[in-house]
T-cell receptor
Framework: GQQLNQSPQSMFIQEGEDVSMNCTSS?????WLWYKQDPGEGPVLLIA?????ELTSNGRLTAQFGITRKDSFLNISASIPSDVGIYFC???????????FGTGTLLAVQP | KAGVTQTPRYLIKTRGQQVTLSCSPI?????VSWYQQTPGQGLQFLFE???????NKGNFPGRFSGRQFSNSRSEMNVSTLELGDSALYLC????????????FGSGTRLTVV
């Protein structure tokens, strides 16, 4: 099935560190979404981006819609233990009318 | 406001059987989508329903089907289960469609033995 390339695959960091992850696609998207999934639960929407170049924040989280419309970035500042989980990007629009998910980034935060 | 409710949470079925999963979207949401999540393939789109009509479909065999009722509740059916169908099945709803950013349920964990 179709997936977006997300990197890194996993990250193991100390509490207080900043985190960056990104998502790339060979296709253009009109919408980029970032989700977080905790074990045993469904993904929860963190940030939605609707315009190329858009930079949006949600607390300690900041995401950007790439200018080429083929990529997006998520930054987490001053990480805390509850940031642990799997982060997914998702793209919608362009050639496909489906919401396509990235491969996920597993984040582990050591207190 | 209640979230997306999926039942059952866990299910064990035997190869060859069929299964029906249920999803109640957030009140007022008309779009419901289903995803299959496995460690190897990640989140894969199954189908989207809007106002009782299938609006979009992923690349899954015909054994996977779904429907949506007039109250927006949705069901997903898998016939002739295979071992590879073991997965977390997630339902998500939104007011108008995928672009709005879906609210996901907690999923149904299906194990085929």
């Amino acid at each position: 099935g179709q997936q977006l390339n997300q990197s890194p695959q996993s990250m193991f960091i100390q509490e207080g560190e900043d985190v960056s992850m990104n998502c790339t696609s060979s296709s253009i998207f009109n919408t980029w979404l970032w989700y977080k999934q905790d074990p045993g639960e469904g993904p929860v929407l963190l940030i939605a981006l609707y315009k190329a170049g858009e930079l949006t924040s949600n607390g300690r989280l900041t995401a950007q819609f790439g200018i080429t419309r083929k990529d997006s970035f998520l930054n987490i500042s001053a990480s805390i233990p509850s940031d642990v989980g799997i982060y997914f990007c998702a793209g919608h629009g362009g050639a496909t009318n489906k919401l396509i998910f990235g491969t996920g980034t597993l984040l582990a935060v050591q207190p | 406001k209640a979230g997306v409710t999926q039942t059952p949470r866990y299910l064990i079925k035997t190869r060859g059987q069929q299964v029906t999963l249920s999803c109640s979207p957030i009140s007022g949401h008309r779009s419901v989508s289903w995803y299959q999540q496995t460690p190897g393939q990640g989140l894969q789109f199954l189908f989207e329903y809007f106002s009782e009509t299938q609006r979009n479909k992923g690349n899954f065999p015909g054994r996977f089907s779904g429907r949506q009722f007039s109250n927006s509740r949705s069901e997903m059916n898998v016939s002739t289960l295979e071992l590879g169908d073991s997965a977390l099945y997630l339902c998500a709803s939104s007011l108008l469609g995928m672009r709005d950013g879906y609210t996901f349920g907690s999923g149904t964990r299906l194990t085929v033995v």
